[in-house]
């Protein structure tokens, strides 16, 4: 045979042998729920997963501690690594002049401190789902396209991991598509999904949803909405609505997880305000932190916002959601320093 057509044939192979594994990683991700050890997995590869985050404010830490004398250079330059990973200047100068204050001799020193200083302003807050009703009443929040939809389905494979059985109630009226997303997502968790006609009314379906939960036995109820911003009065009053419904039906709302895309970084932050006026937030989802370079969000928001964040996104894969733990993402992020 003539070797040109065997390059080209063993070309073509490769290229399909290739494009296999590439489909195949992508569909590991959005099957069943995972396996605990898949969780664990996911859990103790944080350092990696957080590569862009841990790699950019790595290298510039790493320059800052190259410096023989623990300086005021050396201080500015620790102070602009912090504000490069989007913690916020304000956020940045109060944990490098807390830092200062503790006078570190050496810069082995001074990343201990550091360390504790990052560790200190996380604070040790409960991050837990708070679930005190039977069944529980979980609402999610948040602006278009930060994750809603995508959050709600790796929590309910989360929960169902932990014991507990989740029924996802589709209070997206708005757009179009959204209770079809939802079920696609609810089908491959294998829970229930309630729904309603678009342009229905989202509380009424909060209620139902709220319902069924409880006359099926299930331990929680995640409520999904609309995060459209246009119309902010609405939204707003839309919010309170299911809030006031739901609450009337259960005695209390257990949580009201906001959930931000971290990759949108500070301007993020201040789109949250329309929420935190409509219903009290009590958690913080941070999504897309796979691809970001801007991680350090999580210490700002948290210190901004003054809630606590729970979990963070990083894929777009079922086992994707992390439990959000202080220690673990501070060392992550000094992994390579
Ligand atoms: P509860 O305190 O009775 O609600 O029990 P939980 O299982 O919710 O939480 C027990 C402890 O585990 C909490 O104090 C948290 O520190 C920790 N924990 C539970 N859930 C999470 C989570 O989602 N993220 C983190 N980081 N810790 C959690
Ligand atoms: P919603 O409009 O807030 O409900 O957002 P969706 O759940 O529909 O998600 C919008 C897009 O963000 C989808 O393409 C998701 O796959 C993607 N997404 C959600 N969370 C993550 C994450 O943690 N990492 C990455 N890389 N993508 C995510
Ligand atoms: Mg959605």
Known sequence: MDPTV????????????VGGLVVARRNRGIQAPPSR???VTADRTLAERLGKTRQALGSRLRAAFARSAVDDEFWDAIEEALIGADMGVPTATAI???????APADAGEARQVLRAELLATLGDRHRGIHRSNDPAVVMVVGVNG?????????????????GAES??????????????QLRTWADRVGVD??????????ASVAFDAYQAAKSRGKDVVIIDTAGRLHSKSNL????????????????SVDEVLLVLDATTGQNGVAQTEVFTDAVGVTGIVLTKMDGTAKGGIVVAVERELGVPVKFIGVGEGIDDLVRFDPAEFVDALLADV
């Open 193 to 202: 999904v309630v729904a309603a006609e678009p342009g229905a009314d989202p």
């Open 236 to 251: 707003m009053a839309e919010l309170k609505k299911i809030n006031r419904v739901v609450e009337g039906a259960a005695g």
């Open 37 to 39: 050890s898949a969780l």
């Open 167 to 180: 029924l996802l109630g589709a209070a997206d009226t708005f757009r179009a598509a959204a209770d079809t």
């Open 6 to 17: 065997l390059i080209i044939i063993a070309v073509v192979l490769a290229v399909a042998l």
């Open 146 to 162: 930060v994750g809603k939809t995508t959050t709600i389905a790796k929590l309910a494979a989360r929960l169902r991991e932990e």
């Open 96 to 102: 490098v002049t807390a830092a200062r204050r503790a």
